[in-house]
């Protein structure tokens, strides 16, 4: 399948998960608005989650996915199969010690990542608990992770796709069961967290076998293929999980401030939207692609293939970064405030999610940019560049958010600001370290069209103010502020793709070329199995 047909699947199967995890968000933040009670429970949430982009994501699906496709080009799928199963059994010993040591530890280690509320027992406690009862997920969605890989391998992306749904729904049914008392929410919505994990790990290994992987694990060995995989998942880990661990800082600096856990993460919750939909699912759909365009030395091919995501991704997510930057308060007030969480929650949120806006561009490009490195097996520069990016957020961060409460100000949009800046100077490494190498240089009609994506974009963030700065009317007009929000960005979105091809900076006939099947790529002599099919 194309670029662009492997992302409008992964993409509309994570536009399901996000509406859900959105309703899911909407429950969560009437059930235990943003105080003390969501501090805890994001505070559990992050722990599990950084692990899940290092241990996962970061590592084992960015090491993983191009030695798979290699072994599967040019051994066949016995061998495959067996190093699929080889790095399943390793990859569940590790996320388990994980596991086990963290629910024994966390009440020491949360003295460093919830440091701020160890004088509130009864709040640090309950972090401590939830977060106890959350680790478990780490297994089974690491598990899940790596037979996605091998689905993403053979050109399949239907189930890995739809697998995050699966966690969303747990949290709904949990919260629309206990959604009466904060705290009862909160230890509802944790076990819910465990239990998909499983659920995540079923329902993508049968995907995995439906399509022809037969991945068995066996006892943990450290063979040839596994030191392999650990020799390359290692620095995956943290270039993978750099932004993860970029949040986690600003976590633990945001404890020291009472709501402001809560408040970031509910920010989070919206740059997170065009980074899943777009970033992710144009980087695992391109790292497959990538993989075999090198293992064929088509060096122009995978320049040009870098040239299409940057400018798919971009024409997706440039609005989404105008939207938070031109009107994050209304926007967020539409869409949170109601029951426990006020208008003067929304308008704190804002001051986050506008330095996370203009930072959106840079975490989807970081999505981009790191599979052509990972497509070269090499891991250590995407290390190298998260590293040094990591180090400039908790030195900036730190600097602005205490910087900012002497001024007698809010300090967590500080934390922003950082992560945001520290993400550019990531993809700025990426950049200019891909030139040197003669691996990428946009091409003049890349950039030509990046330039229009970005005027149009522009544009609409000004109408987007304007509507801001009309709301009155807006809503006298119409009845409520949320759908006085929900259509101006419906009509923004609408305006913004009309003016998008009349600047042509998208074509049709270049949508309809994008779409086309690739010949002899994995996926692509077959539809997947009948259940299974978008």
Do not use: C, H
């Given at each position: 399948m194309s670029l662009a047909r492997n992302t409008a699947v992964i993409g509309g199967l994570t536009l399901v998960s996000r509406v859900l995890g959105f309703a899911r968000d909407l429950l969560l933040a009437a059930a235990i608005g943003a105080g003390p009670v969501a501090d805890a429970f994001y505070a559990a949430l992050r722990f599990p989650n950084l692990f899940r982009r290092l241990f996962a994501e970061g590592a084992f699906s960015q090491a993983f996915v191009p030695v798979y496709s290699k072994t599967l080009a040019e051994q066949g799928e016995q061998a495959a199969d067996r190093l699929a199963g080889?790095?399943?059994?390793?990859?569940?010993?590790?996320?388990?010690?994980?596991?086990?040591?963290a629910i024994v530890l966390m009440p020491w280690i949360n003295r460093l990542l919830f440091a701020g509320y160890v004088d509130d027992p009864e709040i640090?406690?309950?972090?401590?608990?939830?977060?106890?009862?959350?680790?478990?997920?780490?297994?089974?969605v690491s598990a899940a992770t790596l037979f996605s890989g091998a689905l993403?391998?053979?050109g399949r992306f239907f189930a890995a796709a739809a697998a995050p749904s699966l966690l969303n729904l747990s949290l709904l049914v949990a919260l629309l069961l206990f959604r009466d008392n904060a705290v009862q929410a909160a230890y509802a919505a944790a076990i819910a967290v465990s239990i998909a994990g499983v659920l995540q790990a079923v329902w993508v290994?049968?995907?995995?076998?439906?399509?022809?992987?037969?991945?068995?694990?066996?006892?943990?060995?450290?063979?040839?293929?596994?030191?392999?995989?650990?020799?390359?998942?290692?620095?995956?880990?943290?270039?993978?999980?750099?932004?993860?661990?970029?949040?986690?800082?600003?976590?633990?600096?945001?404890?020291f401030e009472d709501g402001a856990i809560s408040l970031l993460n509910y920010a989070d919750r919206l740059y997170q939207m065009p980074l899943g939909l777009i970033g992710v699912a144009v980087g695992v759909a391109m790292l497959p692609r990538l993989s075999r365009l090198v293992a064929a030395d088509d060096q122009a091919g995978a320049r040009g293939a870098l040239d299409e995501a940057v400018n798919l991704s971009m024409a997706f997510t440039l609005p989404a970064a105008a939207a938070m930057i031109a009107f994050p308060s209304y926007l967020l007030e539409g869409l949170f405030a109601r029951g426990a969480f006020t208008a003067e929650d929304a308008r704190n949120c804002a001051m986050a999610l506008f330095h996370y806006g203009w930072g959106v561009p840079a975490f989807v490009l970081a999505k981009i940019y790191a599979p052509a490195f990972f497509a070269r097996e090499?891991?250590?520069?995407?290390?190298?560049?998260?590293?040094?990016?990591?180090?400039?957020?908790?030195?900036?961060?730190?600097?602005?958010?205490?910087?900012?409460?002497?001024?007698?100000?809010?300090?967590?949009p500080g934390l922003a600001f950082a992560t945001s800046a520290a993400a550019w100077i990531n993809v700025?490494?990426?950049?200019?370290?891909?030139?040197?190498?003669?691996?990428?240089?946009?091409?003049?009609?890349?950039?030509?069209?990046?330039?229009?994506?970005?005027?149009?974009?522009?544009?609409?963030?000004?109408?987007?103010?304007?509507g801001q700065q009309n709301r009155a009317?807006?809503?006298?007009?119409?009845?409520?502020?949320?759908?006085?929000?929900?259509?101006?960005i419906l009509a923004g979105g609408i305006g913004y793709f009309a003016f998008l091809f009349v600047s042509r900076a998208v074509s049709l006939g270049e949508v309809r070329a994008a779409f086309k099947r690739e010949r002899g790529a994995p996926g692509g002599g077959g539809a997947l199995p009948p259940s299974l099919d978008p």
């Open positions: 080889e790095a399943l059994s390793v990859l569940v010993l590790a996320t388990s010690l994980v596991t086990a040591l640090f406690g309950l972090a401590t608990v939830l977060t106890q009862i959350t680790m478990p997920y780490l297994i089974g993403n391998a053979r290994a049968w995907g995995a076998r439906r399509s022809g992987a037969r991945t068995r694990p066996s006892a943990p060995k450290l063979t040839p293929n596994v030191k392999r995989l650990l020799a390359l998942a290692a620095p995956a880990a943290i270039a993978g999980g750099a932004l993860q661990i970029n949040v986690m800082i600003s976590q633990i600096l945001a404890s090499d891991t250590k520069a995407p290390m190298r560049f998260a590293i040094i990016s990591m180090v400039i957020n908790t030195a900036l961060g730190a600097a602005l958010f205490f910087g900012l409460r002497e001024l007698g100000m809010p300090g967590f700025l490494m990426m950049i200019a370290a891909l030139g040197k190498r003669g691996a990428y240089a946009p091409s003049a009609a890349a950039m030509s069209r990046l330039v229009r994506i970005a005027l149009v974009s522009a544009g609409l963030g000004f109408v987007l103010w304007l009317a807006l809503e006298a007009a119409l009845g409520a502020k949320e759908i006085a929000v929900g259509v101006l």
